[in-house]
């Protein structure tokens, strides 16, 4: 009897230090990815019970799927204690606000604070909304998007002005015809040969006949007078010779034969002597004789 009741004690012992250490414990099981039914029972398997449900927004966890748990998956929990649930809700929405005829800069701050990024901004025409101010969104307002996605925005470019055309004025001229049509003028530092007198307008960006808002700037390229080259020494040559000289140096060609040179066919005389200077494209003409 003292035998069988120490065995017995020595058993119980044991019994008794294992459930401490051991036996009364689990581990949380996988519930990652599981659905709350699921995952609950996975739970009464493991003779665990489901503690708190929470619910958070997740891009890469499909919703209705457990996100996380605490106790984590795996950690030593006793028997019968619960587990708390993260389940998700998917991407988090939000609605795009109504920006029109925000100026852009507080457009932008707007989708900020919405929990959106301004996206491509493109301008165009608009004669009711004013310059620099939202026209339209893209995805348009009310459309619920994931937080964080960009909305491309159109800016209005205010009203259309059509752009006249200066060149060959001079600037105290084309800046008053400019500034009447709505618009300013920058004058480019470098100018340019061209056939209009130095000071008068030779180029201008945008050119004639485009659009530009009211207010934008239109830049003029002022004349420093046609390029002058000198006049190659034609006289006692054949007309063909001397056409062609003439032509390769950058002149234009007109003959003078007279009744005394219609089977003529040597240069006699030019209207420009040779060796002088003479504005390019400008024209020479010869006398046959």
Do not use: C
Not at 252 to 274: I, M, P
């Amino acid at each position: 009897l003292v035998i069988v009741a120490a065995v017995l004690l020595a058993l119980g012992l044991g019994a008794g230090i294992w459930y401490i250490n051991s036996g009364q414990f689990t581990k949380v099981p996988s519930l990652l990815s599981k659905t709350e039914a699921q995952a609950t029972d996975r739970l009464e398997e493991a003779g665990l019970e489901l503690g708190k449900v929470e619910r958070a927004y997740s891009d890469t966890v499909e919703r209705g799927t457990v996100i996380s748990t605490y106790p984590e998956t795996g950690a030593r929990i006793r028997h019968n204690d619960s587990v708390n649930l993260v389940i998700s809700a998917g991407p988090e929405t939000v609605k795009v606000p109504d920006l029109q005829g925000y100026p852009l800069a507080k457009a932008k701050t707007e989708l900020k604070e919405s929990g959106l990024e301004p996206g491509m901004v493109t301008r165009e025409f608009n004669d009711d909304v004013t310059r620099g101010s939202v026209i339209s969104v893209d995805p348009g307002t009310g459309t619920k998007v994931r937080s964080g996605s960009a909305v491309a925005l159109t800016v209005s470019k205010g009203s259309p002005v059509d752009v006249p055309d200066v060149t060959g004025e001079s600037l105290a001229d084309a800046k008053a015809e400019l500034a009447e049509a709505g618009l300013k003028v920058k004058v480019a530092s470098a100018r340019v040969n061209s056939d209009f007198d130095a000071g008068q307008v030779a180029l201008q960006s945008p050119t004639d006949g485009r659009q530009a808002a009211e207010g934008d700037t239109v830049t003029l390229t002022l004349s420093k007078g046609p390029e002058m080259i000198e006049v190659p020494d034609v006289v006692g040559d054949s007309v063909d010779d001397a056409r062609a000289e003439l032509e390769a140096a950058g002149f234009e060609v007109d003959e003078d034969r007279g009744l005394l040179g219609l089977f003529g066919d040597t240069v006699k005389k030019q209207s420009v002597k040779g060796g002088e200077t003479a504005p390019k494209g400008s024209t020479i003409t010869i006398t046959i004789r």
